[in-house]
Protein backbone atom coordinates (compact mmCIF):
# COMPACT_ATOMS: atom_id res chain seq x y z
CA UNK A 1 0.00 0.00 0.00
CA UNK A 2 1.22 3.29 -0.86
CA UNK A 3 0.48 6.41 1.73
CA UNK A 4 -0.37 8.87 -0.54
CA UNK A 5 -2.72 7.28 -2.87
CA UNK A 6 -4.46 6.44 0.44
CA UNK A 7 -4.70 9.63 1.33
CA UNK A 8 -5.98 10.44 -2.26
CA UNK A 9 -8.55 7.64 -1.79
CA UNK A 10 -10.09 9.14 1.63
CA UNK A 11 -10.03 12.56 -0.12
CA UNK A 12 -13.46 13.20 1.36
CA UNK A 13 -12.25 12.88 4.89
CA UNK A 14 -9.51 15.30 4.02
CA UNK A 15 -12.38 18.20 2.90
CA UNK A 16 -14.47 16.88 5.78
CA UNK A 17 -11.34 17.63 8.55
CA UNK A 18 -11.36 20.66 6.41
CA UNK A 19 -14.54 21.95 6.11
CA UNK A 20 -14.80 21.23 10.44
CA UNK A 21 -11.38 23.33 10.42
CA UNK A 22 -12.49 26.40 8.90
CA UNK A 23 -15.58 25.99 11.30
CA UNK A 24 -14.31 25.83 13.99
CA UNK A 25 -12.07 28.76 12.98
CA UNK A 26 -14.96 30.81 12.51
CA UNK A 27 -16.64 29.79 15.35
CA UNK A 28 -13.20 31.26 17.74
CA UNK A 29 -13.53 34.57 15.44
CA UNK A 30 -16.86 35.21 16.64
CA UNK A 31 -15.89 34.84 20.08
CA UNK A 32 -13.25 36.88 20.07
CA UNK A 33 -10.63 33.53 20.20
CA UNK A 34 -6.85 34.65 19.87
CA UNK A 35 -5.12 34.00 16.85
CA UNK A 36 -2.81 31.51 18.81
CA UNK A 37 -5.32 29.77 19.92
CA UNK A 38 -6.59 29.52 16.43
CA UNK A 39 -3.45 27.97 15.26
CA UNK A 40 -2.97 26.08 18.24
CA UNK A 41 -6.63 24.24 17.29
CA UNK A 42 -6.02 24.26 13.38
CA UNK A 43 -2.91 22.54 14.38
CA UNK A 44 -4.20 20.36 17.03
CA UNK A 45 -7.37 19.01 14.58
CA UNK A 46 -5.05 18.70 11.60
CA UNK A 47 -2.45 16.59 13.89
CA UNK A 48 -5.16 13.87 15.03
CA UNK A 49 -6.68 13.70 11.97
CA UNK A 50 -3.72 12.65 10.13
CA UNK A 51 -2.39 10.85 12.88
CA UNK A 52 -5.74 8.76 12.77
CA UNK A 53 -5.27 8.56 8.99
CA UNK A 54 -1.84 7.13 9.25
CA UNK A 55 -2.59 4.82 12.41
CA UNK A 56 -5.72 3.12 10.30
CA UNK A 57 -3.38 2.88 7.07
CA UNK A 58 -0.87 1.35 8.65
CA UNK A 59 -3.15 -1.15 9.97
CA UNK A 60 -4.44 -2.26 7.07
CA UNK A 61 -0.85 -2.26 5.54
CA UNK A 62 0.00 -4.73 7.73
CA UNK A 63 -2.99 -7.00 7.31
CA UNK A 64 -2.43 -6.90 3.01
CA UNK A 65 1.31 -7.41 3.10
CA UNK A 66 0.74 -10.00 5.97
CA UNK A 67 -1.60 -11.69 3.31
CA UNK A 68 0.52 -11.14 0.41
CA UNK A 69 3.93 -12.44 1.76
CA UNK A 70 1.75 -15.77 3.03
CA UNK A 71 0.38 -15.77 0.05
CA UNK A 72 3.73 -15.72 -2.06
CA UNK A 73 5.06 -18.61 -0.47
CA UNK A 74 2.25 -20.97 -1.32
CA UNK A 75 2.47 -22.78 -4.30
CA UNK A 76 -1.64 -23.40 -4.17
CA UNK A 77 -2.40 -19.83 -3.59
CA UNK A 78 -5.73 -20.42 -2.62
CA UNK A 79 -4.57 -22.14 0.43
CA UNK A 80 -3.96 -19.09 1.93
CA UNK A 81 -6.69 -18.78 4.93
CA UNK A 82 -5.40 -21.88 6.21
CA UNK A 83 -2.11 -20.09 6.98
CA UNK A 84 -3.08 -16.85 8.11
CA UNK A 85 -3.20 -15.83 12.11
CA UNK A 86 -6.68 -15.10 13.41
CA UNK A 87 -7.75 -11.10 12.58
CA UNK A 88 -8.38 -8.81 15.53
CA UNK A 89 -9.86 -6.07 13.53
CA UNK A 90 -13.42 -5.85 11.59
CA UNK A 91 -11.65 -5.41 8.18
CA UNK A 92 -9.17 -8.42 8.93
CA UNK A 93 -12.61 -10.90 9.78
CA UNK A 94 -13.87 -9.48 6.68
CA UNK A 95 -11.05 -9.89 4.50
CA UNK A 96 -10.60 -13.63 6.12
CA UNK A 97 -14.28 -14.36 5.36
CA UNK A 98 -14.10 -13.37 1.57
CA UNK A 99 -11.02 -15.52 1.22
CA UNK A 100 -12.12 -18.84 3.14
CA UNK A 101 -15.49 -18.20 0.91
CA UNK A 102 -13.00 -18.28 -2.24
CA UNK A 103 -10.59 -21.26 -1.18
CA UNK A 104 -13.99 -23.29 -0.71
CA UNK A 105 -15.79 -22.38 -4.02
CA UNK A 106 -12.33 -23.21 -5.44
CA UNK A 107 -11.88 -26.81 -3.69
CA UNK A 108 -15.42 -27.48 -4.68
CA UNK A 109 -14.43 -26.80 -8.43
CA UNK A 110 -11.23 -28.72 -7.96
CA UNK A 111 -12.82 -31.43 -6.39
CA UNK A 112 -15.53 -31.39 -9.29
CA UNK A 113 -12.77 -31.05 -11.88
CA UNK A 114 -11.14 -34.17 -10.73
CA UNK A 115 -14.06 -35.77 -11.02
CA UNK A 116 -15.23 -34.93 -14.20
CA UNK A 117 -11.32 -35.89 -15.43
CA UNK A 118 -11.22 -39.36 -13.39
CA UNK A 119 -14.53 -40.37 -14.78
CA UNK A 120 -13.71 -39.46 -18.33
CA UNK A 121 -10.41 -41.23 -17.87
CA UNK A 122 -12.05 -44.46 -16.94
CA UNK A 123 -14.42 -43.86 -19.93
CA UNK A 124 -11.36 -43.95 -22.24
CA UNK A 125 -9.73 -46.84 -20.54
CA UNK A 126 -12.80 -48.77 -20.77
CA UNK A 127 -13.21 -47.96 -24.36
CA UNK A 128 -9.66 -48.56 -25.19
CA UNK A 129 -10.39 -52.50 -24.03
CA UNK A 130 -13.39 -52.50 -25.44
CA UNK A 131 -12.13 -51.54 -29.07
CA UNK A 132 -8.80 -53.49 -28.52
CA UNK A 133 -11.94 -57.02 -28.71
CA UNK A 134 -12.89 -56.15 -32.27
CA UNK A 135 -8.80 -54.79 -33.55
CA UNK A 136 -7.60 -58.43 -32.21
CA UNK A 137 -10.64 -60.81 -34.12
CA UNK A 138 -9.83 -58.52 -37.26
CA UNK A 139 -6.36 -59.37 -37.27
CA UNK A 140 -7.56 -63.17 -36.36
CA UNK A 141 -9.62 -63.02 -39.55
CA UNK A 142 -6.96 -61.62 -41.76
CA UNK A 143 -4.58 -64.41 -40.48
CA UNK A 144 -6.68 -67.33 -41.26
CA UNK A 145 -7.43 -66.20 -44.28
CA UNK A 146 -4.34 -65.91 -46.19
CA UNK A 147 -5.74 -64.04 -49.39
CA UNK A 148 -2.93 -62.82 -50.79
CA UNK A 149 -4.97 -59.61 -52.09
CA UNK A 150 -5.64 -58.94 -48.46
CA UNK A 151 -1.95 -59.34 -47.60
CA UNK A 152 -1.08 -56.59 -50.52
CA UNK A 153 -4.40 -54.40 -49.95
CA UNK A 154 -2.44 -53.32 -46.71
CA UNK A 155 -5.20 -53.73 -44.46
CA UNK A 156 -3.43 -55.24 -41.68
CA UNK A 157 -0.89 -52.45 -41.73
CA UNK A 158 -3.76 -50.26 -40.86
CA UNK A 159 -4.80 -52.38 -38.43
CA UNK A 160 -1.59 -52.17 -36.41
CA UNK A 161 -1.56 -48.48 -36.60
CA UNK A 162 -5.24 -48.09 -35.07
CA UNK A 163 -3.95 -50.38 -32.43
CA UNK A 164 -0.83 -48.14 -31.95
CA UNK A 165 -3.14 -44.82 -31.84
CA UNK A 166 -5.26 -46.82 -28.98
CA UNK A 167 -2.44 -48.35 -26.82
CA UNK A 168 -1.43 -44.24 -27.09
CA UNK A 169 -4.80 -43.19 -25.90
CA UNK A 170 -4.88 -45.50 -23.48
CA UNK A 171 -1.25 -44.32 -22.02
CA UNK A 172 -2.23 -40.73 -22.45
CA UNK A 173 -5.15 -41.26 -20.35
CA UNK A 174 -2.93 -42.96 -17.63
CA UNK A 175 -0.49 -40.35 -17.90
CA UNK A 176 -1.67 -37.81 -15.47
CA UNK A 177 -1.83 -41.17 -12.53
CA UNK A 178 1.37 -43.21 -13.53
CA UNK A 179 2.09 -43.83 -9.62
CA UNK A 180 -1.20 -45.77 -9.36
CA UNK A 181 0.27 -48.20 -12.02
CA UNK A 182 3.69 -48.30 -12.28
CA UNK A 183 5.88 -50.62 -10.40
CA UNK A 184 9.96 -49.98 -10.17
CA UNK A 185 11.91 -52.88 -10.25
CA UNK A 186 15.31 -54.47 -11.77
CA UNK A 187 14.33 -54.59 -15.48
CA UNK A 188 16.69 -56.03 -18.53
CA UNK A 189 16.74 -53.46 -20.79
CA UNK A 190 17.55 -55.99 -23.55
CA UNK A 191 13.85 -57.70 -23.42
CA UNK A 192 11.90 -55.00 -23.87
CA UNK A 193 13.55 -53.50 -26.63
CA UNK A 194 13.46 -56.82 -28.39
CA UNK A 195 9.44 -57.09 -27.57
CA UNK A 196 8.97 -53.61 -28.84
CA UNK A 197 11.47 -54.69 -32.20
CA UNK A 198 9.46 -57.85 -32.67
CA UNK A 199 5.82 -56.57 -32.62
CA UNK A 200 7.17 -54.20 -35.74
CA UNK A 201 8.56 -56.97 -37.27
CA UNK A 202 6.25 -56.60 -40.15
CA UNK A 203 6.98 -52.85 -40.94
CA UNK A 204 10.77 -53.50 -40.34
CA UNK A 205 11.68 -56.17 -42.60
CA UNK A 206 10.05 -54.48 -45.32
CA UNK A 207 11.83 -51.83 -44.74
CA UNK A 208 15.42 -53.63 -44.80
CA UNK A 209 15.69 -52.40 -41.11
CA UNK A 210 18.83 -53.31 -39.53
CA UNK A 211 19.17 -53.47 -35.25
CA UNK A 212 21.80 -52.56 -33.32
CA UNK A 213 21.76 -53.60 -29.77
CA UNK A 214 25.61 -53.54 -29.20
CA UNK A 215 26.40 -54.27 -25.32
CA UNK A 216 22.73 -54.63 -24.05
CA UNK A 217 22.91 -58.34 -24.80
CA UNK A 218 25.10 -58.65 -22.19
CA UNK A 219 21.80 -58.40 -19.87
CA UNK A 220 21.97 -55.07 -18.76
CA UNK A 221 19.44 -53.93 -16.15
CA UNK A 222 17.87 -50.56 -14.81
CA UNK A 223 15.35 -49.21 -12.40
CA UNK A 224 12.29 -49.07 -13.77
CA UNK A 225 8.87 -49.88 -14.80
CA UNK A 226 8.98 -52.83 -17.97
CA UNK A 227 5.50 -51.66 -19.22
CA UNK A 228 5.30 -47.64 -19.19
CA UNK A 229 9.72 -47.96 -20.56
CA UNK A 230 8.26 -50.17 -22.95
CA UNK A 231 5.73 -47.77 -24.30
CA UNK A 232 8.73 -45.09 -24.03
CA UNK A 233 10.68 -46.83 -26.50
CA UNK A 234 7.59 -48.01 -28.65
CA UNK A 235 7.14 -44.10 -29.30
CA UNK A 236 11.19 -43.51 -29.86
CA UNK A 237 11.00 -46.10 -32.51
CA UNK A 238 7.85 -45.19 -34.31
CA UNK A 239 9.00 -41.74 -34.90
CA UNK A 240 11.86 -43.58 -36.37
CA UNK A 241 10.15 -46.20 -38.60
CA UNK A 242 8.10 -42.53 -39.48
CA UNK A 243 10.69 -40.50 -40.35
CA UNK A 244 12.89 -42.98 -41.90
CA UNK A 245 15.01 -41.07 -44.89
CA UNK A 246 13.85 -42.42 -48.40
CA UNK A 247 17.50 -43.06 -49.93
CA UNK A 248 18.98 -45.60 -47.28
CA UNK A 249 17.50 -48.88 -45.05
CA UNK A 250 16.62 -47.60 -41.75
CA UNK A 251 19.45 -48.17 -38.77
CA UNK A 252 18.09 -48.80 -35.38
CA UNK A 253 20.99 -48.35 -33.01
CA UNK A 254 20.41 -49.17 -28.99
CA UNK A 255 23.56 -48.71 -26.59
CA UNK A 256 24.30 -47.66 -22.95
CA UNK A 257 26.18 -45.01 -21.54
CA UNK A 258 27.12 -42.78 -18.75
CA UNK A 259 26.10 -38.90 -18.10
CA UNK A 260 26.55 -37.21 -14.97
CA UNK A 261 26.53 -40.20 -12.80
CA UNK A 262 23.44 -41.52 -14.48
CA UNK A 263 22.78 -44.49 -17.10
CA UNK A 264 21.59 -43.54 -20.26
CA UNK A 265 19.82 -45.53 -22.78
CA UNK A 266 20.71 -43.97 -26.60
CA UNK A 267 18.07 -44.68 -29.37
CA UNK A 268 19.33 -43.99 -32.24
CA UNK A 269 18.42 -43.97 -36.20
CA UNK A 270 19.47 -42.53 -39.19
CA UNK A 271 16.75 -41.44 -40.48
CA UNK A 272 15.38 -37.33 -42.11
CA UNK A 273 16.64 -35.34 -38.44
CA UNK A 274 15.37 -32.85 -36.70
CA UNK A 275 16.29 -29.16 -37.40
CA UNK A 276 18.40 -27.33 -34.98
CA UNK A 277 15.68 -24.34 -34.42
CA UNK A 278 13.18 -26.83 -33.55
CA UNK A 279 14.82 -29.27 -31.76
CA UNK A 280 13.99 -27.44 -28.31
CA UNK A 281 10.15 -27.75 -28.96
CA UNK A 282 10.07 -31.63 -29.43
CA UNK A 283 8.65 -32.22 -26.43
CA UNK A 284 5.94 -29.90 -26.67
CA UNK A 285 3.03 -31.32 -27.18
CA UNK A 286 1.50 -31.50 -30.71
CA UNK A 287 4.41 -29.89 -31.95
CA UNK A 288 5.40 -31.75 -35.50
CA UNK A 289 8.13 -30.31 -36.97
CA UNK A 290 8.63 -29.35 -40.70
CA UNK A 291 9.07 -32.54 -41.00
CA UNK A 292 5.65 -33.97 -39.80
CA UNK A 293 3.62 -31.49 -41.99
CA UNK A 294 4.49 -33.71 -44.56
CA UNK A 295 3.62 -37.17 -42.37
CA UNK A 296 -0.27 -37.67 -42.27
CA UNK A 297 0.36 -39.79 -38.39
CA UNK A 298 2.31 -37.36 -37.44
CA UNK A 299 0.24 -35.97 -33.80
CA UNK A 300 3.15 -34.59 -31.86
CA UNK A 301 2.05 -36.70 -28.95
CA UNK A 302 4.07 -39.14 -28.95
CA UNK A 303 7.39 -37.50 -27.91
CA UNK A 304 5.22 -35.23 -25.62
CA UNK A 305 3.91 -38.67 -23.62
CA UNK A 306 7.38 -40.15 -23.53
CA UNK A 307 8.91 -36.25 -21.63
CA UNK A 308 5.81 -36.95 -19.58
CA UNK A 309 5.68 -40.37 -18.39
CA UNK A 310 10.00 -40.13 -18.27
CA UNK A 311 9.28 -37.42 -15.36
CA UNK A 312 7.16 -38.81 -13.73
CA UNK A 313 8.66 -42.74 -13.48
CA UNK A 314 11.97 -40.48 -11.80
CA UNK A 315 13.71 -40.46 -15.47
CA UNK A 316 14.94 -37.72 -18.00
CA UNK A 317 14.76 -37.56 -21.45
CA UNK A 318 16.68 -35.61 -23.98
CA UNK A 319 16.94 -35.24 -27.75
CA UNK A 320 20.27 -34.62 -29.91
CA UNK A 321 19.51 -34.39 -33.41
CA UNK A 322 20.97 -33.35 -36.99
CA UNK A 323 18.72 -32.45 -39.96
CA UNK A 324 19.42 -35.47 -42.82
CA UNK A 325 21.60 -36.96 -40.71
CA UNK A 326 19.91 -39.04 -38.35
CA UNK A 327 18.46 -38.55 -34.56
CA UNK A 328 19.30 -39.99 -30.95
CA UNK A 329 16.97 -39.72 -28.52
CA UNK A 330 18.50 -40.26 -24.48
CA UNK A 331 16.70 -41.55 -21.78
CA UNK A 332 18.69 -40.82 -18.35
CA UNK A 333 18.10 -43.65 -15.34
Request: proline content about 2%.
Amino acid sequence: MNFPRYIKEHIYHVIACFFLIVTTDIFLMTIGGSAPLMIYVTLACAFCFFFCLYVDYRKLRKLFDDVQSRTDTLDKKYLVPEVMEKADSQEGEMLMSVLRKAEVSMSDNVAAYRRGSEEYRDYIETWVHEVKIPISASKMIIENHGDDAIAESGIADEIDRIEGFVEQALFYARSSNVEKDFFIKETELSEIIKGVISKRRKTLIPMHASIDMGDLQGGKKILSDGKWLAFIVSQIVDNSIKYASGDRNLKLSFYMSEENGKGVLNISDNGVGIKSAEISRAFDKGFTGSNGRTERASTGIGLYLCKKLCLRLGHDIAVESEEGEGTTVKIMF
